[in-house]
Protein backbone atom coordinates (compact mmCIF):
# COMPACT_ATOMS: atom_id res chain seq x y z
CA UNK A 1 0.00 0.00 0.00
CA UNK A 2 1.13 3.06 -0.82
CA UNK A 3 0.94 6.17 1.38
CA UNK A 4 0.73 10.14 0.00
CA UNK A 5 1.74 12.77 1.96
CA UNK A 6 1.41 16.78 1.62
CA UNK A 7 2.99 19.83 2.78
CA UNK A 8 1.77 22.04 0.08
CA UNK A 9 -0.73 24.00 2.16
CA UNK A 10 2.19 24.98 4.27
CA UNK A 11 5.22 25.30 1.97
CA UNK A 12 5.01 28.90 1.09
CA UNK A 13 4.68 30.23 4.66
CA UNK A 14 7.05 27.65 5.79
CA UNK A 15 9.99 26.64 3.18
CA UNK A 16 12.65 25.65 5.96
CA UNK A 17 9.74 22.79 6.92
CA UNK A 18 10.95 19.00 6.05
CA UNK A 19 9.03 15.66 6.70
CA UNK A 20 10.73 11.91 6.35
CA UNK A 21 8.37 9.35 6.45
CA UNK A 22 8.81 6.03 7.62
CA UNK A 23 6.72 3.25 7.22
CA UNK A 24 7.09 0.20 8.92
CA UNK A 25 5.47 -3.43 8.47
CA UNK A 26 5.01 -6.58 10.17
CA UNK A 27 5.55 -5.01 12.83
CA UNK A 28 6.08 -7.08 16.55
CA UNK A 29 5.79 -4.47 19.43
CA UNK A 30 6.71 -5.51 22.85
CA UNK A 31 4.73 -4.28 26.02
CA UNK A 32 7.27 -3.60 27.47
CA UNK A 33 10.98 -2.39 26.68
CA UNK A 34 13.72 -5.17 25.95
CA UNK A 35 16.16 -5.21 28.39
CA UNK A 36 18.69 -3.79 25.50
CA UNK A 37 16.52 -0.98 24.46
CA UNK A 38 16.00 0.24 28.07
CA UNK A 39 20.12 0.57 28.09
CA UNK A 40 20.28 1.75 25.17
CA UNK A 41 17.45 4.86 26.22
CA UNK A 42 19.34 5.41 29.08
CA UNK A 43 22.58 5.95 27.42
CA UNK A 44 20.99 8.30 25.09
CA UNK A 45 19.25 10.76 27.84
CA UNK A 46 22.40 10.86 29.33
CA UNK A 47 24.25 11.84 26.03
CA UNK A 48 21.64 14.49 25.76
CA UNK A 49 22.11 15.63 29.05
CA UNK A 50 26.01 16.20 28.79
CA UNK A 51 25.05 17.77 24.91
CA UNK A 52 21.87 19.78 26.44
CA UNK A 53 22.09 20.05 29.81
CA UNK A 54 24.01 23.73 30.09
CA UNK A 55 22.21 25.57 27.65
CA UNK A 56 19.16 27.11 28.06
CA UNK A 57 16.05 25.45 26.64
CA UNK A 58 14.90 28.47 24.34
CA UNK A 59 18.41 28.53 22.75
CA UNK A 60 18.93 24.37 21.50
CA UNK A 61 18.31 24.75 17.71
CA UNK A 62 15.87 22.35 17.47
CA UNK A 63 13.31 23.62 20.23
CA UNK A 64 14.13 27.34 18.98
CA UNK A 65 13.12 26.85 15.81
CA UNK A 66 9.28 25.15 16.59
CA UNK A 67 8.58 28.07 18.86
CA UNK A 68 9.35 30.28 15.90
CA UNK A 69 7.24 28.40 13.78
CA UNK A 70 4.10 28.00 16.78
CA UNK A 71 4.55 31.95 16.79
CA UNK A 72 4.05 32.80 12.87
CA UNK A 73 0.86 30.83 13.22
CA UNK A 74 -0.35 32.14 16.45
CA UNK A 75 0.31 30.43 19.12
CA UNK A 76 1.85 32.27 21.63
CA UNK A 77 0.43 30.89 24.63
CA UNK A 78 3.40 28.73 26.60
CA UNK A 79 1.52 25.98 27.36
CA UNK A 80 1.33 25.01 23.98
CA UNK A 81 4.76 23.74 23.00
CA UNK A 82 6.07 21.24 20.19
CA UNK A 83 6.28 18.04 21.77
CA UNK A 84 10.01 17.59 21.12
CA UNK A 85 10.72 20.97 23.43
CA UNK A 86 8.19 18.70 26.01
CA UNK A 87 10.22 15.88 25.71
CA UNK A 88 13.71 17.63 25.79
CA UNK A 89 12.36 20.15 29.22
CA UNK A 90 11.19 16.68 30.97
CA UNK A 91 14.84 14.72 30.07
CA UNK A 92 16.98 17.41 30.58
CA UNK A 93 15.39 18.05 34.23
CA UNK A 94 16.53 14.31 35.00
CA UNK A 95 13.57 12.89 33.86
CA UNK A 96 13.20 9.35 32.86
CA UNK A 97 10.99 8.89 29.03
CA UNK A 98 7.99 7.93 29.62
CA UNK A 99 7.91 4.01 29.09
CA UNK A 100 4.30 3.09 27.11
CA UNK A 101 5.50 0.27 24.82
CA UNK A 102 8.75 -0.80 22.51
CA UNK A 103 7.69 1.22 19.46
CA UNK A 104 6.95 4.52 21.08
CA UNK A 105 9.61 4.55 23.64
CA UNK A 106 11.98 4.10 20.76
CA UNK A 107 11.01 6.66 18.71
CA UNK A 108 10.75 9.08 21.66
CA UNK A 109 14.32 7.93 21.86
CA UNK A 110 14.86 9.31 18.52
CA UNK A 111 13.20 12.49 18.88
CA UNK A 112 15.40 13.07 21.87
CA UNK A 113 18.87 12.31 19.86
CA UNK A 114 17.84 14.30 16.90
CA UNK A 115 15.77 16.69 18.84
CA UNK A 116 13.47 16.63 16.22
CA UNK A 117 9.18 16.44 16.85
CA UNK A 118 8.25 12.66 15.99
CA UNK A 119 4.74 11.73 15.24
CA UNK A 120 3.19 7.98 14.88
CA UNK A 121 -0.15 6.54 14.03
CA UNK A 122 -1.18 3.17 13.25
CA UNK A 123 -2.06 2.53 9.66
CA UNK A 124 -4.91 -0.13 9.97
CA UNK A 125 -6.74 3.10 11.76
CA UNK A 126 -6.05 6.36 9.29
CA UNK A 127 -7.38 7.06 5.44
CA UNK A 128 -5.20 8.25 3.54
CA UNK A 129 -3.83 10.40 1.75
CA UNK A 130 -2.55 12.61 4.74
CA UNK A 131 -1.57 16.38 5.09
CA UNK A 132 0.36 19.34 6.83
CA UNK A 133 -2.45 21.79 6.34
CA UNK A 134 -4.42 24.46 8.06
CA UNK A 135 -7.27 22.89 9.93
CA UNK A 136 -11.09 23.40 8.59
CA UNK A 137 -13.95 24.15 10.11
CA UNK A 138 -15.43 20.32 10.27
CA UNK A 139 -11.97 19.22 11.62
CA UNK A 140 -12.22 17.05 14.58
CA UNK A 141 -9.87 15.87 17.26
CA UNK A 142 -9.56 13.38 20.24
CA UNK A 143 -7.14 14.41 22.82
CA UNK A 144 -5.15 11.65 24.26
CA UNK A 145 -5.10 13.77 27.87
CA UNK A 146 -9.87 13.87 27.98
CA UNK A 147 -9.95 10.12 27.61
CA UNK A 148 -12.04 8.25 30.17
CA UNK A 149 -11.67 4.60 31.30
CA UNK A 150 -14.21 3.66 28.93
CA UNK A 151 -12.46 5.22 26.38
CA UNK A 152 -15.29 7.98 25.51
CA UNK A 153 -14.94 11.71 24.88
CA UNK A 154 -16.46 14.03 22.52
CA UNK A 155 -14.16 15.16 19.94
CA UNK A 156 -12.88 18.96 19.86
CA UNK A 157 -12.65 21.19 16.69
CA UNK A 158 -9.20 22.99 16.07
CA UNK A 159 -8.77 26.28 15.75
CA UNK A 160 -8.81 28.71 12.47
CA UNK A 161 -5.64 29.39 10.75
CA UNK A 162 -4.48 25.89 13.07
CA UNK A 163 -1.08 24.18 11.39
CA UNK A 164 -2.69 20.98 11.89
CA UNK A 165 -1.40 16.71 10.33
CA UNK A 166 -4.86 14.99 9.21
CA UNK A 167 -5.98 12.07 6.80
CA UNK A 168 -9.62 12.67 4.95
CA UNK A 169 -11.36 11.72 8.17
CA UNK A 170 -10.06 14.04 11.18
CA UNK A 171 -7.11 15.47 12.24
CA UNK A 172 -4.04 13.49 13.55
CA UNK A 173 -2.50 16.03 15.68
CA UNK A 174 -2.98 19.50 16.73
CA UNK A 175 -0.76 22.63 16.71
CA UNK A 176 1.57 20.81 13.92
CA UNK A 177 3.26 18.35 16.36
CA UNK A 178 1.89 19.39 19.92
CA UNK A 179 -0.65 16.38 20.37
CA UNK A 180 -1.40 13.61 18.94
CA UNK A 181 -5.07 12.47 18.42
CA UNK A 182 -6.08 9.34 20.74
CA UNK A 183 -7.96 7.46 17.82
CA UNK A 184 -4.84 5.78 15.83
CA UNK A 185 -2.61 5.25 18.47
CA UNK A 186 0.24 3.23 18.41
CA UNK A 187 -0.23 0.19 20.37
CA UNK A 188 1.51 -3.91 20.57
CA UNK A 189 -1.50 -5.12 18.70
CA UNK A 190 0.01 -2.65 15.85
CA UNK A 191 1.43 -4.03 12.91
CA UNK A 192 1.40 -1.39 10.44
CA UNK A 193 2.75 2.00 11.09
CA UNK A 194 3.90 5.52 10.15
CA UNK A 195 6.08 7.95 11.64
CA UNK A 196 6.80 11.61 10.72
CA UNK A 197 9.70 13.09 11.90
CA UNK A 198 9.91 16.89 11.12
CA UNK A 199 12.04 20.18 11.26
CA UNK A 200 11.62 23.46 10.62
CA UNK A 201 15.05 24.97 9.73
CA UNK A 202 17.16 22.85 12.40
CA UNK A 203 17.70 19.17 12.50
CA UNK A 204 18.32 15.99 10.01
CA UNK A 205 15.54 14.43 9.10
CA UNK A 206 17.34 11.48 6.81
CA UNK A 207 19.82 11.08 9.33
CA UNK A 208 17.07 10.69 12.29
CA UNK A 209 14.99 8.21 9.77
CA UNK A 210 17.75 6.04 9.05
CA UNK A 211 17.85 5.82 12.73
CA UNK A 212 14.88 5.21 13.41
CA UNK A 213 14.35 2.25 10.76
CA UNK A 214 17.44 0.84 12.53
CA UNK A 215 15.46 0.54 15.62
CA UNK A 216 12.65 -0.43 14.36
CA UNK A 217 14.08 -2.94 12.52
CA UNK A 218 16.50 -4.35 15.52
CA UNK A 219 13.60 -4.31 18.46
CA UNK A 220 10.18 -4.51 16.38
CA UNK A 221 10.99 -6.42 13.66
CA UNK A 222 9.45 -5.84 10.24
CA UNK A 223 10.84 -3.89 7.32
CA UNK A 224 10.49 0.35 6.81
CA UNK A 225 10.45 2.34 3.74
CA UNK A 226 10.99 6.39 3.67
CA UNK A 227 10.45 9.33 1.22
CA UNK A 228 11.50 13.06 2.12
CA UNK A 229 9.37 16.17 1.77
CA UNK A 230 10.33 19.96 1.61
CA UNK A 231 9.78 22.72 0.08
CA UNK A 232 11.11 21.10 -3.19
CA UNK A 233 8.91 17.74 -3.24
CA UNK A 234 5.42 19.38 -1.49
CA UNK A 235 3.93 16.10 -2.32
CA UNK A 236 5.66 12.32 -1.62
CA UNK A 237 4.21 8.61 -1.94
CA UNK A 238 5.91 6.48 0.35
Same mark, same amino acid.
Given at each position: ????????????????????????????????? #?????????????????????????? $? +??????????????????????????????? &??????????? !???????? =?????? #??????????? +???? !??? *?? *?????????????????? #??? +??????????????????????????? &?????????????? =???????? *????????? $???????????????????????
Amino acid at each position: MTIQLSIAAVAEKFPAFRVAVVVAEDLNIAVDR #PSTLDRLIREREEAARQRWGTMELSR $I +PGVAAWRAAYKAFGIKQTRYRSAVERLMKNV &LAGRELARVNA !FVDLYNAV =SMTHVL #PLGADDLVKIA +PPLA !FRY *AY *AEDTFVDMADLSEDGDVE #PEA +PKAGEVVYADVRHVLCRRWNWRQDART &LITPATRRAIVTLQ =SNGAGDVE *AAAADLSGL $IVRFCGGHCRTATADCGAQIVEV
